[in-house]
């Protein structure tokens, strides 16, 4: 299927004008970054648009100097913006906070002001550990302007996995709040941070923002109310000019095996590339208000809530709570009340709205909207179909953008600020301005069209990051290694993805190539099974492992859960195992299928094969905490009860 009515203009214009404009820029690259670089205000103009030197340590704009804060607020009120709204934020309960462009500046500078007094240098590193209020911003806009480094750490993770990020990173002062909100409960976070930091020797202070009226334990001479320290803080704060490639922050990498990683960006190469990908997916307009409703503990959240529109001097939505909650029809009920344009948010949660039915969509006036878009995984048609048809009314395309923690921004989106692409459900069209994106066979060479292969980046980009926090080794090996060819220069970034091109040139993203069973010698990715078992009318969603087989090695077994409507009996059991067969291959057929209700998944949507996986062979769960819903892993424990 493909999608062009509503977007008539571009059918008849097949994407020449894009297509020269790519062209040119991978051409001469280091020519047009440099002109996409004036995006930014600089203290100091690079002498160098790209060292390639050290590589694969690519260093961009190096000599230039700038600060993130002064470009997202100072540049702002110095032209004239001052009471721009920045942020609309809205409370799960109603209650909503407008934040001009000047009133952040004015609480970003007295904020700054305080992290000096605490001690906090240049280089130094701060864990911030809170809800999704406009006070994270204000941390981390403080941090930029007197820089430091900060690290997010997403306020749903265990004390045991912050005390490992705090540790990583070596952070000197934590803040957080007394409370968070959810679900109508008030959760007391700040508990948590005092068990992570029995065995943090590096913290030096905790700032607490306080918001609920219960008091909650302090620690004398660690601990300090955000509004006592405000009382002592000067009203401005002189914007540290920093080089190009110091680091903005750090974001350890959620969900997969081992010791999470932190993943370093630099300031100046990363600032332009958010900037300009926002701009280039989202043909930006004076009067638009975006809502991305990722949490700001992820990359999506620091690159397109906070970094990149603030940059751009735009206005966000940002909402602290469920997406259905108190009722499913919430964020229809928001874009509504405040006029969102642009709706920005993951395919897990499009299939959880879809699945309470159009009526709570259509209870509401959404002719606001005028783009939709996903993130973090790749949307099954069906789910593509029913945001483009029921939420968006056919009138909005659908931007859908692959990219990871480890590229900043935006590598393949359709481009709508450009030239937007006739849209194919569930494929993210073409790699962005400035972004050399190919297919690779397993042997290094060129995938053919639609052959399934590994994707691939074969130039450096502003966004890249910088390395892993304090492990350079595991960087090289993590990304570099697979198919680069040092002795001859080349260096080629390996995302660990799946992807194919289509005849039409159109990149189609399956899944994590790290996610590999070996199945009687034959190499199969769970996400291909995945994608044939969704094709069958009655499975909403599947998670497929493989469970150790004497003789064959490995075998897949399928967690599925069902539409409404299907009831699970042994028949259907047997349909789907021989569906597989049939539409994908013998040996990727199913050993086994158990459904459940739910999938274990990380809060971004992935599913945690690392954990079914561990139900099944009786292992230890390990750390649980990116976990969405444990009582999915209860589930599937009964599942399988009476089973092995
Ligand atoms: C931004 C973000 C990165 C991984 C990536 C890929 C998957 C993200 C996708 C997508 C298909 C998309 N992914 N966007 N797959 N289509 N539009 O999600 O970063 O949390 O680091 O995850 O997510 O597998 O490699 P991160």
């Known amino acids: 299927m493909q999608v062009g009515e509503g977007f008539l203009q571009e059918r008849y214009i097949p994407m020449q004008h894009f297509n020269e ?40 704009f190096v000599g230039g100097e700038l600060n993130a804060s002064y470009n ?15 942020i609309i934020w809205e409370s799960e309960s ?5 934040l001009t462009y000047y009133e952040l500046y004015r609480e970003v500078n007295r904020f ?18 809170m809800p999704l209020i406009p006070e994270v911003v204000i941390a981390m806009l403080a941090s930029a302007r007197i820089g430091a480094i900060h690290s997010v750490v997403f306020s749903g993770f265990s004390a045991e996995a912050l005390a490992t990020r705090i540790n990583d990173a070596k952070a000197k002062v934590v803040i957080t709040a007394d409370y968070l909100y959810r679900r109508g409960k008030a959760l007391n976070i700040k508990e948590i941070v005092d068990k992570a930091l029995l065995e943090t020797p590096s913290v030096e202070s905790v700032v607490v923002l306080k918001r609920g009226e219960n008091g909650i334990k302090m620690v004398e001479g660690r ?31 959620s969900g997969t095996t081992g010791k999470p990683k932190g993943i370093v960006h630099s300031t100046g190469g990363y600032l332009v590339y958010v900037a300009k990908t926002m701009e280039w997916a989202w ?24 970094y990149g529109p603030l940059t751009l001097g735009l206005t966000v939505m940002m909402y602290e709570g469920a997406l259905n909650y108190p009722k499913p029809d ?46 973090g995984e790749p949307i099954n048609p069906r789910a593509w179909k029913w945001y483009y048809e029921v939420v968006g009314g056919r009138r909005c395309p659908i931007i859908d953008t692959w990219w990871q923690t480890e590229t900043g921004g935006y590598m393949i989106y359709p481009s709508a600020g450009i030239q937007l692409p006739p849209l194919k459900p569930g494929s993210t069209t073409f790699p962005g301005l400035g972004v050399d994106a190919d297919v690779f066979r397993q042997d290094g060479s060129q995938a053919g069209p639609n052959e399934r292969g590994l994707l691939v980046i074969k130039k450096p980009w502003p966004g890249m990051l910088l390395g892993i926090w304090g492990n350079d080794e595991r960087y090289i090996r993590t990304y570099w290694k697979r198919f680069s060819r040092p002795e001859e220069g080349v260096w080629i970034y390996y995302p660990a993805d799946y992807a ?25 990715g769970t996400a291909e099974i995945e994608h044939a078992l969704v094709l069958h009318p009655a499975v909403a969603e599947a998670a497929v492992i493989g469970r150790p087989d004497e003789v064959k090695g490995e075998v897949p077994v399928a967690f599925v859960i069902l539409k409404e409507g299907y009831i699970p009996n042994e028949r259907l059991k047997l349909e789907l195992i021989s569906y597989v067969r049939e539409t994908l291959s013998p040996i990727a057929a199913p050993a086994e299928v158990f459904f459940v209700n739910k999938l274990p998944k990380t809060r971004s949507g992935k599913i945690m094969r690392r954990v079914l996986k561990a139900i099944s062979t009786d292992k230890s769960l390990g750390d649980l905490s990116t976990l969405e819903d444990e009582a999915s892993v209860d589930e599937i424990k009964a599942a399988l009860e009476g089973f092995k």
């Open 21 to 60: 404009l790519h062209r040119g820029s991978i051409e001469n690259l280091e020519e047009f970054w440099a002109e996409q670089a004036k995006v930014l205000d600089w203290f100091k103009t690079w002498d160098k648009v790209l060292d390639d030197s050290k590589a694969p340590f690519f260093r961009w």
């Open 72 to 86: 997202a607020l100072d540049k702002h009120i110095k032209a004239g913006r001052r009471n721009r709204a920045a």
């Open 94 to 98: 109603g209650e909503t906070r407008t």
């Open 112 to 129: 700054a002001s305080v992290l000096k007094n605490l001690g906090v240098n240049k280089g130094d590193r701060i864990v911030i550990y």
């Open 223 to 253: 601990d300090y109310y955000w509004h006592n320290l405000l009382e002592g803080a000067e009203k401005y704060v002189e914007p540290v000019h920093v080089k190009s490639n110091h680091p903005l922050f750090i974001l350890y990498t």
């Open 283 to 306: 043909k930006i307009r004076n009067d638009d208000l975006f809502w991305n409703t990722a949490d700001v503990g992820w990359i999506t959240g620091h690159s397109y809530l906070v």
């Open 330 to 375: 919430r964020p229809w009920e928001i874009i509504e009340k405040h006029g969102v344009t642009i709706f920005y948010t993951a395919p897990t949660a499009i299939r959880m709205l879809m699945r309470y039915g159009d009526e709570w969509v259509k209870k509401h006036d959404l002719s606001s909207l005028r783009l939709l878009g996903t993130v």
């Open 500 to 524: 194919m091109k289509d005849e039409d040139g159109y990149f189609w993203v399956f899944g994590r190539a790290d996610e590999v069973l070996n199945v009687s010698g034959h190499r199969l």
